[in-house]
T-cell receptor
């Protein structure tokens, strides 16, 4: 089945220790998104890739970076995690041709910062 | 500015009751899309429906139905004969065609269906 996969599902890191979250997809979608969802809040877009073009949201902290080495994979790097970065991180993909298609989400990675 | 409001923070019903989740949106764009996603306790956001701004037809899918009314900027979601497995957080979201695909989510409605 075509799907969006996120690894790991749970990640524990220490304050200030860099961490990388992974997302892969078998849908052959050309757009990949990273959302942050804090407890009891709505998901908030951090950035997205349209093919190889990186698009950062204006209010995304510099502490968050992303890489997309190929169509199938996208990574979220948190350079120096703070306690406030503890959240669920959701990857989503969609197809954009003439119009934007539906975003399909992975299962998420729940990040704990000690 | 775009905004989505889900005024109901939490709803609790007994199994087999019907329940309606409200969603009101704001946008000045004429072309936009509305979505409902379900987020069970596992955390994954599950896509339920997508509607474009030019299609006001109501839709029914099994026990689920959606009522889109542009005149009131609402896109309400009804679950008929609710079941315990319907317990989840439900998000309504708006996507405008003039931006890069960003989903603007409401704050979510937590639905608890008791046996």
């Amino acid at each position: 089945d075509a799907m969006v996969i996120q690894n790991p599902r749970y990640q524990v890191t220490q304050f200030g220790k860099p961490v990388t979250l992974s997302c892969s997809q078998t849908l052959n979608h050309n757009v990949m998104y990273w959302y942050q969802q804090k407890s009891s809040q709505a998901p908030k877009l951090l950035f997205h890739y349209y093919d190889k073009d990186f698009n950062n949201e204006a209010d995304t902290p510099d502490n968050f970076q992303s890489r997309r080495p190929n169509t199938s994979f996208c990574f979220l790097d948190i350079r120096s995690p703070g306690l406030g970065d503890a959240a669920m991180y959701l990857c989503a993909t969609s197809r954009k041709d003439r119009v934007l298609d539906t975003q399909y989400f992975g299962p998420g990675t729940r990040l704990t910062v000690l | 500015a775009q905004k989505v409001t889900q005024a109901q923070t939490e709803i609790s019903v007994v199994e087999k009751e019907d329940v309606t989740l409200d969603c009101v949106y704001e946008t000045r764009d004429t072309t936009y899309y509305l979505f409902w996603y379900k987020q069970p306790p596992s955390g994954e956001l599950v896509f339920l429906i997508r509607r474009n701004s030019f299609d006001e037809q109501n839709e029914i899918s099994g026990r689920y139905s959606w009522n889109f009314q542009k005149s009131t900027s609402s896109f309400n979601f009804t679950i008929t004969a609710s079941q315990v497995v319907d317990s989840a957080v439900y998000f309504c979201a708006l996507q405008v065609s003039s931006n890069t695909g960003k989903l603007i989510f409401g704050q979510g409605t937590t639905l608890q269906v008791k046996p």
